[in-house]
């Protein structure tokens, strides 16, 4: 059996193999990252939400609140099982697609979770190569236990509508592209989640948020790139965005106080999803089926969940 094995170094931890899949980059030269940077360009209008849609959803405080909401659980449940970014960050995309296609007015919270849900589980299963199951999403943070089978039709509705287009661009994909330059990659990450949080940001396109976290985070983390490859980008971008850009980098000014903020909400009670005791119950109280307007997809409203005394 050994005479079968290649003369590797094998990565016997979970841990090791994790960071070492995380930390690889198929973009190793500059002209590659270049031309990887074009074609995500090129791409990310067609994955934005439409036109208007920050105007409608500030239109709409309901919507605006649900989005604040499921934006939240997603980070939430990206630390608590461990998720990749991009499973965060595409799921975040397919929400705002969704809601700015459909428009959502007259939707209850609890089908706003059933769509966060769904976003999260089909994310879940474009990037991960270990999916939580559908209950084991449910743990925490959500007021509402869902049927496996009625978040699958959610599902579905979710990928109709999308046209079944899941490769979405954000402004992590460009970070993940030189991720491998980057120092202080944490620093980035918490500013990309925090600005994620806040629906003002929905304005500008993703390679603009991008290189404007970069830039933001350069100023206090010099040099935050071990060369010039990234900040050479800015020239890429096309010019009808440059005025976009300066916009986006001075909103991003209170960078620090955005950081800040977003630490202590993640230290905060709401993103302690530990449980009190080792076995968390969930029990269902009540048991009511009822229609999304679109659909008749049923669910289990008010399944209270509860941890059990020590």
Same mark, same amino acid.
């Given at each position: 059996?050994? &005479?079968?094995?290649?003369?590797?170094?094998?990565?016997?931890?979970?841990?090791?193999?994790?960071?070492?899949?995380?930390?690889?980059?198929?973009?190793?030269?500059?002209?590659?990252?270049?031309? +990887?940077?074009?074609?995500?360009?090129?791409?990310?209008?067609?994955?934005?939400?439409?036109?208007?849609?920050?105007?409608?959803?500030?239109?709409?405080?309901?919507?605006?609140?649900?989005? %604040?909401?499921?934006?939240?659980?997603?980070?939430?449940?990206?630390?608590?099982?461990?998720? &990749? %970014?991009?499973?965060?960050?595409? +799921?975040a995309s397919y929400?705002?697609?969704?809601?700015?296609?459909?428009?959502?007015?007259?939707?209850?919270?609890?089908?706003?979770?059933?769509?966060?849900? +769904?976003?999260?589980?089909?994310?879940?299963? %474009?990037?991960?190569?270990?999916?939580?199951?559908?209950?084991?999403?449910?743990?925490?943070?959500?007021?509402?236990?869902?049927? &496996?089978?009625?978040?699958?039709?959610?599902?579905?509705?979710?990928?109709?509508?999308?046209?079944?287009?899941?490769?979405?661009?954000?402004?992590?994909?460009?970070?993940?592209?030189?991720?491998?330059?980057?120092?202080?990659?944490? &620093?980035?990450?918490?500013?990309?989640?925090?600005?994620?949080?806040?629906?003002?940001?929905?304005? %500008?396109?993703?390679?603009?948020? +991008?290189?404007?976290?970069?830039?933001?985070?350069?100023?206090?983390?010099?040099?935050?790139?071990?060369?010039?490859?990234?900040?050479?980008?800015?020239?890429?971008?096309?010019?009808?965005?440059?005025?976009?850009?300066?916009?986006?980098?001075?909103?991003?000014?209170?960078?620090?106080?955005?950081?800040?903020?977003?630490?202590?909400?993640?230290?905060?009670?709401?993103?302690?999803?530990?449980?009190?005791?080792?076995?968390?119950?969930?029990?269902?109280?009540?048991?009511?089926?009822?229609?999304?307007?679109?659909?008749?997809?049923n669910y289990i409203?008010?399944?209270?969940?509860?941890?059990?005394?020590?």
């Open positions: 059996m050994e &005479s079968l094995l290649c003369d590797e170094i094998w990565l016997e931890k979970e841990e090791e193999l994790k960071n070492a899949v995380e930390n690889s980059c198929f973009f190793k030269s500059k002209e590659d990252c270049e031309e +990887a940077f074009e074609i995500l360009l090129n791409k990310e209008i067609s994955y934005m939400p439409k036109i208007g849609y920050l105007k409608f959803i500030k239109e709409n405080c309901s919507i605006e609140n649900a989005r %604040f909401k499921a934006i939240h659980w997603l980070i939430k449940s990206q630390r608590r099982w461990n998720l &990749s %970014f991009g499973t965060v960050f595409g +799921a929400l705002d697609q969704f809601i700015s296609l459909n428009k959502c007015q007259g939707w209850k919270y609890w089908m706003f979770e059933l769509l966060s849900i +769904a976003c999260l589980s089909v994310a879940s299963k %474009f990037h991960e190569t270990s999916p939580p199951q559908l209950l084991e999403l449910q743990m925490e943070g959500v007021e509402h236990l869902f049927e &496996s089978t009625m978040i699958q039709r959610m599902e579905l509705t979710l990928l109709e509508t999308l046209g079944w287009r899941l490769n979405s661009t954000t402004p992590y994909s460009y970070i993940e592209l030189f991720q491998w330059r980057i120092n202080s990659l944490k &620093s980035v990450n918490d500013l990309l989640l925090r600005i994620l949080l806040d629906a003002k940001f929905l304005e %500008f396109r993703p390679c603009v948020i +991008a290189q404007s976290v970069v830039t933001c985070i350069s100023e206090d983390l010099s040099p935050l790139i071990d060369d010039s490859c990234f900040n050479n980008f800015t020239r890429l971008i096309p010019q009808d965005q440059k005025d976009g850009l300066s916009k986006c980098q001075r909103m991003m000014m209170n960078k620090q106080l955005l950081i800040e903020e977003f630490q202590e909400l993640i230290t905060s009670e709401v993103f302690n999803y530990g449980p009190s005791s080792p076995v968390t119950v969930l029990t269902m109280e009540q048991h009511d089926l009822c229609d999304i307007p679109q659909g008749d997809i409203s008010n399944a209270n969940k509860r941890k059990r005394e020590r």
